[in-house]
């Protein structure tokens, strides 16, 4: 990944960003970061999102111009149709699509079109891709295809057969002017026995293929053991009342603070010890273990999607099998019974997020990529 600093791009373009998704979660939070930091380098940014969800807001609160669909996939004539409109009345150089839905509806209003837009996809999750014919025309039609990480890319070639060269890994960038470390906050937000044990976080939304129910059953056998350990639990989710009842079913109330959806992720982190991802399923290269890495902490993740990618075993953090609280209880307690051990993965993570996962890196790599498919077409 391409760190090149600065805050200027040599040429700058007309993008346009589509959502279908209502929810605000990695995926819609990567393309408000993208949105934002593109924009600071010079480029002119619109967003078409559906008027529902959250990115629609959130975008205009931040002062996008923000144009509203409803996107319905590759049978919502009207909705490519008036995307097509507007891409001929901005001569737009890039279409950035992002979910299925949005992604047909972008094909479809370039179908048969002699444009200068270029299509680009961002496929963000290792969710599975089908081998239908249409699936295979979808992944094969657009310029470039951008993944969150080398997982993905990997799957989209294997299953729909598109060439490996077209297709760019480029995770998700930390903005290293939010994510640093500092001090714990001395707000006393947290219960008061939290002060006395190791405090382990996870910051994700809380759906099931996040593993949430492992990393309850884990800290259940640290306690069992003896152990002073706290579970803090970032973000909110469909999955919330499962968990919960999970924590009542094992009697870890006292053990266990949902501190629900936080915009103020940076404070949060800092009062961790140690940052789990405990993900089964679906994910790419995730934000919150990078997020956690600028904070010099140590992280556990599973073999899973792209984490591998990130959490060098012994070096910055450890790697475990999927949906097994037993390894994970044991990777925890040897992070717990050694601070020093702590310490150093802490920095190395830092530096490594420093040196390969910064938010103006990712903006970089991606002009990057949008100048490899425009520049033939303005020769």
């Given amino acids: 990944m391409n760190n090149r600093g600065g805050m200027a791009a040599e040429k700058t373009y007309t993008l346009v960003h589509t959502e279908s998704s209502l929810g605000w979660g990695g995926q819609e939070r990567r393309i408000f970061a993208e949105a934002e930091v593109m924009r600071q380098r010079g480029h002119d940014i619109i967003l078409a999102v559906d008027p529902r969800g959250e990115l629609y807001n959130r975008s205009r609160q931040a002062g996008f111009e923000v144009v509203p669909f409803l996107f319905g996939g590759r049978h919502s004539v009207s909705t490519w149709t008036g995307l097509r409109r507007l891409l001929r009345r901005r001569a ?49 039609s657009p310029d470039a295809i951008i993944t969150t990480g080398q997982a993905i890319k990997g799957l989209i070639v294997a299953r729909t057969g598109r060439r490996d060269e077209t297709i760019f890994s480029i995770p998700t960038g930390v903005p290293l002017e939010r994510f640093y470390p500092r001090p714990v906050p001395q707000d006393n937000l947290l219960p008061s026995q939290f002060r006395h044990g190791c405090i382990i976080g996870c910051v994700a939304v809380l759906r099931s293929w996040k593993g949430h ?93 792209g984490i591998p990618e990130i959490v060098e075993i012994g070096r910055n953090g450890w790697l475990v099998p999927p949906r097994d609280s037993e390894a994970l209880a044991e990777a925890l307690m040897r992070l717990l019974r050694n601070p020093e051990e702590r310490a150093a993965f802490g920095a190395r993570g830092l530096a490594l997020v420093q040196e390969k996962y910064s938010l103006e890196g990712m903006a970089a790599a991606t002009e990057e990529v949008y100048e490899s498919i425009v520049t033939p077409q303005r020769s």
């Fill in 92 to 140: 737009v150089d890039i279409l950035n699509t992002h979910s299925s839905l949005d992604s047909w509806v972008g094909l479809l209003a370039l179908l048969g079109q002699r444009s200068r837009t270029r299509l680009v996809r961002t496929r963000h999750l290792s969710t599975p891709i089908k081998s239908s014919w249409p699936t295979r025309w979808l992944y094969r």
């Fill in 213 to 305: 129910l492992y990393l309850v059953e884990a800290l259940e056998k640290l306690v069992r053991a003896g152990e002073k350990a706290y579970l803090v639990l970032v973000g909110d989710g469909p999955y919330g009342a499962v968990i919960r009842e999970k924590v009542s079913r094992l009697n870890l109330a006292e053990h266990i603070y949902f501190a629900g959806y936080q915009d103020e992720v940076p404070d949060w982190l800092a009062r961790m010890d140690i940052v789990v991802l405990a993900s089964y399923a679906n994910e790419g290269v995730p934000q919150s273990l990078l997020q956690a890495m600028a904070l010099a902490k140590p992280v556990i993740g599973t073999i899973c999607g």
